[in-house]
C-alpha cells in the first residue's frame, strides 16, 4: 500500500474534526518532513505486517498536518485564530489529541539530540557554533538570541524578561524551556546545539524532565575573563547588555550558576573543555572533531 493511501483516512479525519487554522501556516516549511513521515510509516507498516498500525513521528506528522491544514483552507479560522489565541503549540496539541483517538495509531514522539554549547559571556560560542552549523548541518539554538527575540513582542512577559537581561539575571526555566522547544519542534530537523543553556541547576533540572530528550555531552569553552570582556566590548553589537558593569554581572552569575552545571555533567563523563582563548580557527579544529560521530 502507497504512504499516500496508508495516511489519507487519517488525514482526512483531522480534517473533519479540527478546522484548518491560519496559525497552522507556522508549520508550512515543515511540510517536505511530513512526506518522509508518510513514507517511513507505510515502510514500518509492510515490514511489521500490522497495516492498522502505523507509528508516526510526532514533530514530523503534525507539522506536516498543520502545513497541510494552512494550505488547504487558509482562510477558514483566521478570525477565529486572533480571539481564541490560537499558537502552535495548541496545533501540536489538537493534532496529537484527535490522532491517539484513532484506532490503530501509536506515537513514537521524535527524539532530539542535543549539545549544550557552556562558556562564558564573550567565549567564542557563537562563532564555533555558526561552523558546526556550516559543516555538519545541526541546529544552533541560542537561547539568549529566543529571549531577546522574545523581548521583542512586547508582551507583558516579554517584558518581564527584558528587565531580567538588563539586571544580568537568569530567565525563569519554564520560558526559556518553552521557547527552545518551540524552536526545535518547528526546525523539523532532531540534532541540535544549546548555546547558553542550562545556565543553572534550576535550568537543568527542568530540562532533563522534558520528555525526548538525549543530552549527548556539554561543550565548554573555557577563556579567561579579560578576554571575553575585550571581546564583549569590541564587536559592538548594541546589545543593552554590553556594557561594562552588565558583563561583570553576568560573570559573576556564569561562575555562581553556571558553572555547577558544567562541574555536574562533568562528574557524569559529559564535559568536552576547550581553550578557546586562541584564533577560531585552532578552536574549531579541535570542536569539529567532536562531531565527526553526532
Not at 74 to 102: F, H, N, Y
Not at 135 to 143: I, M
Request: hydrophobic share 40%; with cysteine.
Amino acid at each position: 500500500m502507497s504512504a499516500s493511501r496508508n495516511l489519507t483516512p487519517l488525514l482526512s479525519t483531522l480534517l473533519r474534526r479540527w478546522p484548518a487554522s491560519a496559525a497552522a501556516a507556522a508549520y508550512a516549511p515543515a511540510l517536505r518532513s511530513y512526506a518522509t513521515a508518510a513514507v517511513a510509516a507505510s515502510a514500518a507498516g509492510s515490514s511489521t505486517q500490522t497495516a492498522s498500525r502505523r507509528t508516526v513521528s510526532l514533530g514530523l506528522l503534525s507539522a506536516g498536518f498543520a502545513a497541510t491544514c494552512a494550505f488547504a483552507a487558509p482562510t477558514s479560522s483566521a478570525s477565529a485564530d486572533s480571539s481564541s489565541g490560537t499558537t502552535p503549540e495548541s496545533v501540536l496539541t489538537k493534532v496529537r489529541s484527535t490522532i491517539s483517538q484513532l484506532p490503530g495509531m501509536e506515537w513514537a514522539a521524535p527524539t532530539f539530540h542535543v549539545v549544550f554549547v557552556l562558556g562564558g559571556p564573550g567565549s567564542g560560542k557563537g562563532t564555533q557554533c555558526a561552523k558546526l552549523v556550516e559543516e555538519f548541518g545541526v541546529v544552533h539554538l541560542s537561547a539568549g538570541d529566543l529571549l531577546r527575540a522574545h523581548v521583542k513582542s512586547g508582551t507583558e512577559d516579554g517584558n518581564m524578561v527584558k528587565a531580567m537581561i538588563a539586571e544580568g539575571k537568569i530567565v525563569p526555566s519554564s520560558v526559556t524551556i518553552g521557547l527552545l522547544k518551540k524552536a526545535m519542534l518547528e526546525s523539523g530537523k532532531t540534532k541540535f546545539l544549546i548555546d547558553g543553556f542550562p545556565r543553572n541547576a534550576e535550568n537543568r533540572e527542568a530540562f532533563e524532565k522534558e520528555d525526548g530528550i538525549d543530552i549527548h555531552f556539554v561543550l565548554f569553552f573555557d577563556c579567561p575573563e579579560k578576554v571575553m570582556e575585550k571581546r564583549i566590548l569590541s564587536r559592538n553589537e548594541g546589545r543593552s547588555d554590553d556594557n561594562v558593569k552588565t558583563i561583570r554581572k553576568r560573570f559573576k552569575v556564569f561562575i555562581d550558576q553556571s558553572m555547577p552545571v558544567v562541574n555536574h555533567y562533568k562528574g557524569m563523563g559529559k564535559v568536552h573543555w576547550v581553550n578557546s582563548n586562541r584564533d577560531p580557527e585552532a578552536v574549531y579544529a579541535e570542536t569539529r572533531k567532536l562531531f565527526e560521530n553526532f
